[in-house]
């Protein structure tokens, strides 16, 4: 079963950047979903962007334009560019494959 360790988070004020990573330890070539979810504080966890296998890619309405998604077959990772964050961006962000999810890593933005 693959298994997911996610990296890059942290605290960063409003404007700023942070690139979140997820490494799988087995091959993600043949998964057709990936995805980045978030669980803001005391609220339900929400799906941000997703990819296909085909490089289609899907995200929420608030993160439009400030976030992208990319996965990289030959490494199995998948990456969230995330710029112009705002304080509402502040949660856990977990990394979503093949039904495994990942233990999740903090960002926090400061305003």
């Known amino acids: 079963q693959v298994q997911l360790v996610e990296s890059g988070g942290g605290l960063v004020q409003a404007g700023g950047s942070l690139r979140l990573s997820c490494a799988a330890s087995g091959s993600i070539a043949s998964t057709l979903f990936m995805a980045w979810y978030r669980q803001p504080p005391g609220k339900q966890r929400e799906l941000v962007a997703a990819?296909?296998?085909?490089?289609?890619?899907n995200y929420r309405d608030s993160v439009k334009g400030r976030f992208t998604i990319s996965r990289d077959g030959a490494k199995n990772t998948v990456a969230l560019q995330m710029n112009s964050l705002k304080p509402e961006d502040t949660a856990v962000y977990l990394c979503f494959a093949g039904g495994v999810w990942g233990r999740g890593t903090q960002v926090t933005v400061s305003s």
């Open positions: 990819i296909t296998s085909g490089g289609t890619t």
